[in-house]
Every structure is written in structure tokens, then in C-alpha cells.
Nanobody, 132 residues
Framework: QVHFVESGGGSVQAGGSLRLSCTAS????????MGWFRQVLGKEREPVSC????????FHADSVKGRFTVSRDNAKNTVYLQMNNLIVEDTAMYYC?????????????????????????WGQGTQVTVSS
């Protein structure tokens, strides 16, 4: 059974930083591309960042490029999202997810929904709140 433990969310002022962690179990993490998504209540979920299983490829949404960094430690079954220079618009619930169709620019494109995994492959979410 796939299981995730997410942590690192919280409240921070604009310009601050947070580091999200997602520790996974129930599948072969080291062979699996992983992604981070976020959702504001009442709005569509959107992809934020993703990383290939070997860490060699990463992609980010335009809105977070240059501010967010995704990384992973396969020995710890953990993927991270380092968020710097946070802005109010980054306020959302953040989720990690298994990318069954891989980490690629298509995760962020016009058919991004097709690359989202089924519900069993999502973390429980961690709230990030950025105040001005």
C-alpha cells in the first residue's frame, strides 16, 4: 500500500523560505519519478515541480522557477521541495505524488491533467501560508 508522510508546511512572511518533505513507502521509490503539486481551495490543482527517479531531470512551473528547488534522497525514500523567496500567491496546500507517467515538461503543459496519478498515489498534503 502506497503511503506518504508530508511535513514542513507552515506560515511564513513573504520573502521567507520553507522546505517540504515527503517520505514514501509501499513502492520502489528509487525507480519512481516524483512530483509536487499545490491547490488553493476552490481552484484547480496545479503542478509545481517534479524530479526523475535518478535525480537527473527536474522541471518546474514557470511561476516558481528560480525560487523553488526539488531534490530527493533515495536512501531515505524522501523527496524535498525547497521554497525560497515565497510570495503570497504561493499560499496553498502542497501535495507530493507519484508520477506514473514520468516527470517531463508535459506534466506542466496544456494536458497536465492527463499526467496526474490516481488518488492512491498522492500524499495527504501540507499547508503553506504566506503573508504579506
Amino acid at each position: 500500500q502506497v503511503h506518504f508522510v508530508e511535513s514542513g508546511g507552515g506560515s511564513v512572511q513573504a520573502g521567507g523560505s520553507l522546505r517540504l518533505s515527503c517520505t514514501a513507502s509501499g513502492f520502489t521509490f528509487e525507480d519512481t519519478d516524483m512530483g509536487w503539486f499545490r491547490q488553493v481551495l476552490g481552484k484547480e490543482r496545479e503542478p509545481v515541480s517534479c524530479m526523475s527517479w535518478d535525480g537527473h531531470s527536474t522541471f518546474h512551473a514557470d511561476s516558481v522557477k528560480g525560487r523553488f528547488t526539488v531534490s530527493r534522497d533515495n536512501a531515505k525514500n524522501t523527496v524535498y521541495l525547497q521554497m525560497n523567496n515565497l510570495i503570497v500567491e504561493d499560499t496553498a496546500m502542497y501535495y507530493c505524488a507519484v508520477l506514473l507517467k514520468g516527470c517531463s515538461p508535459r506534466v506542466f503543459g496544456p494536458i497536465a491533467k492527463a499526467y496526474e496519478p490516481p488518488s492512491d498515489f498522492w500524499g495527504q498534503g501540507t499547508q503553506v501560508t504566506v503573508s504579506s
